[in-house]
């Protein structure tokens, strides 16, 4: 058993994060942003409340330097830190606050307070993103992807619109985790779990679909019918499933090869296409789906050939994951957001 802070708890990833923890027999304190959310997460898990396995923390603004200092620290004290905790949306007025501040400084400001406060912490894993390995602003096709590539994003391209600015808070909160490593020489090793498009059943208490994470959006709109007379282009071509991510942030917890490594975590290529596929053989109950014949979200003309590669190689190897099939993670997304009124 491990002793685990997990950061952001009531998060799409760190939901299922924290229920794979629990189920490994690991002792957990999860940060939240209020009383209410830990409320939900605590009936949700009330056998492993009352055991003392699981606990809560009130963390209400990540952006704040010192907004973990209180947080990693533990009787029993803490062995190791999974950091999920980092805004993904583009409901943005200032990138700066809305994106970047609570990114950099929320992952900056935890390993700091690790390195301060709790000396007993010997492994950090980080979510990051494949945001912070794509190069978004030159034509990459034949390229192959790996743990080795880095975002070139500037800061005044992060400006531009909030998906670049997404991109950059990923790049940049990355990569001031690795300087953080290489500067303060901490006690404790990082791992960086970089997964693409991450969709899959939701296990958070959502009140309502309004909530739902960015990735699944695409499919929730399409059983809604807005992708009826067109499909909107796929944008990254890249997937994985959020069960398959909480995998790999818990084995990179637990394997001691997983140390000082980048794990680029995902499944293979997807198409909108093929997911309103999906949903038309499983889900024929909305009658708005897109046809066989609607256009659009199809694969660039040449298919995957006219696309960048991965290799995801090493998540394989060291963090022994098993991906899942597109098929299974689109029905289960659905059946799970029918739980929550669509």
């Known amino acids: 058993m491990t002793r685990v802070l997990l950061t952001g708890g009531s998060g799409f990833i760190a939901a299922h994060t924290l229920a794979l923890l629990l189920k490994h027999g690991h002792s957990v304190v999860t940060t939240v942003r209020t009383q209410e959310k830990a409320d939900k997460i605590k009936a949700a898990y009330q056998d492993y409340v009352e055991k003392g396995q699981l606990g809560f923390a009130i963390v209400p603004d990540i952006a704040q330097p010192d907004a973990f200092d209180k947080a990693v620290v533990s009787d029993p004290p803490f062995e190791a830190v999974l950091h999920t905790a980092s805004p993904f949306h583009f409901n943005v007025t200032d990138v700066q606050k809305d994106l970047l501040d609570p990114a950099v400084i929320g992952t900056t400001g935890i390993l700091r307070s690790i390195k301060k406060s709790a000396p007993t912490v010997k492994r950090v894993v980080i979510t990051s993103s494949f945001a912070a390995i794509v190069n978004g602003t030159k034509d ?154 609607t256009p659009g979200g199809d694969y660039p003309e040449g298919g995957l050939k006219a696309l960048y590669g991965f290799d995801n190689t090493r998540s394989i190897e060291v963090l022994g994951l098993k991906y899942k099939s597109l098929e299974e993670s689109i029905v289960d997304a659905v059946k799970s957001f029918q739980d929550v009124g669509l």
């Open 140 to 293: 990459m096709t034949g390229h192959k992807y790996t743990e080795a590539d880095w975002n070139p994003i500037s800061r005044d391209e992060a400006e531009e619109n909030p998906m670049m600015g997404y991109r950059a808070s990923k790049t940049f909160a990355e990569r001031a985790a690795w300087e953080f490593l290489e500067k303060e020489k901490p006690n404790f090793t990082i791992a960086t779990i970089n997964p693409p498009m991450v969709f899959g059943p939701i296990v958070h208490n959502l009140d309502s679909l309004e909530n739902l994470n960015t990735s699944n959006q695409r499919i929730m709109w399409a059983c809604q019918g807005k992708f009826k007379d067109e499909i909107p282009p796929t944008g990254i071509y890249l997937w994985v499933d959020v069960r398959d991510v909480a995998e790999a942030h818990v084995a990179a917890m637990e394997k001691d090869d997983a140390a000082n490594k980048r794990f680029f975590t995902l499944a293979g290529f997807f198409s909108n296409k093929e997911i309103a596929a999906i949903l038309r053989k499983h889900f024929p109950q909305y009658k708005e789906l897109p046809s066989e014949s």
